[in-house]
């Protein structure tokens, strides 16, 4: 998974030709470090289909301030460089995730 920041965001996200999830997680987070390997193993199955990327929320807040996400774990789904869907919460499951994923590959 490519690390993503304010820097490469547009690149990687908003002009990608594949739909992308952005995994936006946090180093305190332990619901994020949890789920961050499973992530991992979602993002290798499906890089054919869909863009997986994540954001350390922890050196990123203009970022996340500008897309609103206010909790962590937080997905947000992209298409065509706009956000389609995001899922969010501390008791977000790996099956919830790759729902997520399906829904835009």
């Known amino acids: 998974m490519i690390e993503v920041?304010?820097?490469?965001?547009?690149?990687e996200v908003i002009n990608s030709n594949k739909p992308v999830i952005v995994d936006f997680w946090?180093?305190?987070c332990q619901p994020c470090l949890e789920l961050l390997p499973q992530v991992e193993k979602?993002?290798?199955a499906y890089k054919d289909k869909v863009k997986l990327v994540k954001?350390?929320?922890a050196g990123n807040r203009r970022l996340c301030i500008k897309l609103r996400v206010m909790g962590l774990p937080s997905f947000l789904a992209f298409k065509n460089g706009k956000e389609v869907k995001r899922i969010s919460g501390q008791d977000l499951t790996i099956k919830e995730i790759e729902e997520l994923i399906k829904s835009i590959a």
């Open 55 to 57: 954001v350390n929320s």
């Open 5 to 11: 920041n304010k820097d490469n965001f547009e690149q």
């Open 26 to 28: 946090g180093p305190s």
């Open 42 to 44: 979602l993002s290798e």
